[in-house]
């Protein structure tokens, strides 16, 4: 018996551009995560006594800022030496944009496999062969998989590899291969990297996604890290996944139908705040918290918007005791009374439905004389690219939501008029 690590897209000391911007951001925490992560792995491979590590590409995050990343990594990697741990990567998209790597020394424990064909590199004490291939350029369309050699008689074969696979949403189509593509190959073990999210995408053989080790921003929720992947002496498989992320990102969607004050909004905010905060396990949360459902209180909570943020910000900082940061509040919940309106005579009716007009007709807005391209103009480019999305309808959309409730509120005096 014996076990291995899968791991994959570590990408060592990811710029996060734009981070800066956000209130009260822990800046310091979110830019070692990645580092952070990367000690935990060894910590784990050393802990387990692990027969081999592999990284299935993007350890990188393209050109380096200077060889810090780069010696970071090689100090992991000489732990591994150290423990008698040998280290398997291929390079991937991200890898192959890096100019520096090629001028950087690894130790004698780390294979790096080859950019210009696939090979394969045996383990003879354990009956091993490990198939793999290095991007050559960052923009590789080509099916690699369909080069990968055949799979070596009387041994356990595992194929490395860095690709979309079939197509994954926000992944660009690197390496495109089919599960059939993998399968010809009678490999035991496919340990795939590129994208983000975990993914077993076939039981026998087992072909499998280990995700990245560590959430970057709020598209990247939830436990991070590496598989476990054990070998018994009947060559039978078995994978556990390790959380390995330091920082853990989420998205509270809490449910305010039929909330009817903010203290009861602030109540139930609370709750899924501790909740998520126990299952991060002692980690760092990074919190968006959507807040959704039919409620009379919906048009107090626009209306007193800046209370509400503050006020769930406090909440935050006082359950967390330091240790959960609020990225974002996004406010979509509905007005039952706005609803069931009739809306065919009164004044607010006519209001409402011209807002619900320029929701559905963008042209609207410029009969009405509405040209956001002047004000787009007069914004500075890092503010414009985080908050105005005029392109997007249904950010705008819901920007014209909250601009109805916030005049509605007014007009008929229930709100504070900041």
Same mark, same amino acid.
């Given at each position: 018996m014996f076990q291995f690590i899968h791991a994959a897209d570590i990408h060592l000391d990811s710029p996060l551009k734009g981070l800066e911007q956000y209130q009260d951001a822990p800046t310091q925490i979110i830019?070692? *995560?990645p580092r952070d992560a990367l000690v935990q792995l060894v910590d784990l491979a050393i802990e387990q006594r692990v027969a081999f590590v592999l990284i299935a590409g993007d350890l990188y995050d393209g050109d380096w800022r200077d060889f810090n990343t780069g010696l970071f990594f090689?100090?992991?990697?000489?732990?591994?030496? /150290?423990? !008698?741990?040998?280290?398997?990567?291929? @390079?991937?998209? #991200? /890898?192959a944009a890096n100019r520096m790597t090629r001028s950087l020394q690894l130790p004698d424990n780390v294979t790096l496999f080859s950019a210009t064909q696939a090979e394969t590199k045996l383990i003879p004490d354990l009956d091993v062969a490990? #198939?793999?291939?290095?991007? *050559?350029? *960052?923009?590789?369309?080509?099916?690699?998989?369909?080069?990968?050699?055949?799979?070596?008689? !009387?041994?356990?074969?595992?194929?490395?590899? #860095?690709?979309?696979?079939?197509?994954?949403?926000? #992944?660009e189509r690197y390496a495109p291969c089919s599960l059939e593509d993998l399968k010809a190959h009678n490999y035991d073990y496919w340990a795939l990297g590129h994208i983000h999210n975990r993914e077993i995408l076939c039981e026998d053989p087992l072909i499998a996604f280990s995700g990245n080790i560590q959430g970057r921003h709020i598209r990247e929720t939830g436990p991070k890290g590496c598989l476990l992947v054990t070998v018994d002496d009947d060559r039978r498989l078995s994978t556990e996944?390790?959380?390995? /992320?330091?920082?853990?990102?989420?998205?509270?969607?809490?449910?305010?139908?039929?909330?009817? @004050?903010?203290?009861?909004?602030?109540?139930?905010?609370?709750?899924?705040?501790?909740?998520?905060?126990?299952?991060?396990?002692?980690?760092?949360?990074?919190?968006?918290?959507?807040?959704?459902g039919t409620c009379p209180v919906h048009t107090e909570l626009l209306a007193n918007r800046h209370q509400l943020i503050a006020e769930i910000r406090g909440r935050a900082v006082d359950i967390g005791r330091g240790e959960v940061w609020i990225e974002k509040i996004k406010i979509q919940t509905a007005d039952p009374v706005q609803i069931n309106r009739d809306i065919s005579d009164d004044a607010l009716g006519e209001i409402h439905q011209l807002f619900e007009q320029m929701k559905s007709n963008?042209?609207?807005?410029a009969e009405l004389g509405c040209d956001f391209s002047k004000v787009s103009q007069k914004i500075p480019a890092s503010v414009k690219e985080s908050t105005l999305r005029l392109e997007d309808r249904e950010w705008f959309?819901?920007?014209?939501?909250? *601009?109805? @409730?916030?005049?509605?509120s007014r007009l008929t005096g229930k709100g504070d008029n900041q």
């Amino acid at each position: 018996m014996f076990q291995f690590i899968h791991a994959a897209d570590i990408h060592l000391d990811s710029p996060l551009k734009g981070l800066e911007q956000y209130q009260d951001a822990p800046t310091q925490i979110i830019r070692t *995560a990645p580092r952070d992560a990367l000690v935990q792995l060894v910590d784990l491979a050393i802990e387990q006594r692990v027969a081999f590590v592999l990284i299935a590409g993007d350890l990188y995050d393209g050109d380096w800022r200077d060889f810090n990343t780069g010696l970071f990594f090689v100090r992991q990697a000489q732990r591994l030496r /150290d423990a !008698g741990i040998p280290l398997y990567l291929i @390079s991937g998209n #991200h /890898d192959a944009a890096n100019r520096m790597t090629r001028s950087l020394q690894l130790p004698d424990n780390v294979t790096l496999f080859s950019a210009t064909q696939a090979e394969t590199k045996l383990i003879p004490d354990l009956d091993v062969a490990i #198939h793999g291939q290095s991007f *050559a350029t *960052a923009a590789t369309f080509d099916n690699l998989a369909q080069q990968y050699p055949v799979a070596q008689s !009387g041994c356990f074969n595992i194929g490395v590899l #860095h690709t979309c696979a079939t197509g994954s949403e926000g #992944h660009e189509r690197y390496a495109p291969c089919s599960l059939e593509d993998l399968k010809a190959h009678n490999y035991d073990y496919w340990a795939l990297g590129h994208i983000h999210n975990r993914e077993i995408l076939c039981e026998d053989p087992l072909i499998a996604f280990s995700g990245n080790i560590q959430g970057r921003h709020i598209r990247e929720t939830g436990p991070k890290g590496c598989l476990l992947v054990t070998v018994d002496d009947d060559r039978r498989l078995s994978t556990e996944f390790r959380a390995l /992320d330091v920082l853990r990102w989420e998205r509270a969607t809490v449910n305010l139908s039929g909330a009817r @004050s903010l203290e009861e909004t602030l109540d139930r905010v609370s709750t899924e705040i501790e909740t998520l905060l126990g299952q991060a396990e002692g980690r760092y949360l990074a919190l968006r918290i959507d807040l959704q459902g039919t409620c009379p209180v919906h048009t107090e909570l626009l209306a007193n918007r800046h209370q509400l943020i503050a006020e769930i910000r406090g909440r935050a900082v006082d359950i967390g005791r330091g240790e959960v940061w609020i990225e974002k509040i996004k406010i979509q919940t509905a007005d039952p009374v706005q609803i069931n309106r009739d809306i065919s005579d009164d004044a607010l009716g006519e209001i409402h439905q011209l807002f619900e007009q320029m929701k559905s007709n963008p042209e609207k807005l410029a009969e009405l004389g509405c040209d956001f391209s002047k004000v787009s103009q007069k914004i500075p480019a890092s503010v414009k690219e985080s908050t105005l999305r005029l392109e997007d309808r249904e950010w705008f959309n819901a920007l014209l939501t909250e *601009a109805e @409730s916030v005049l509605m509120s007014r007009l008929t005096g229930k709100g504070d008029n900041q």
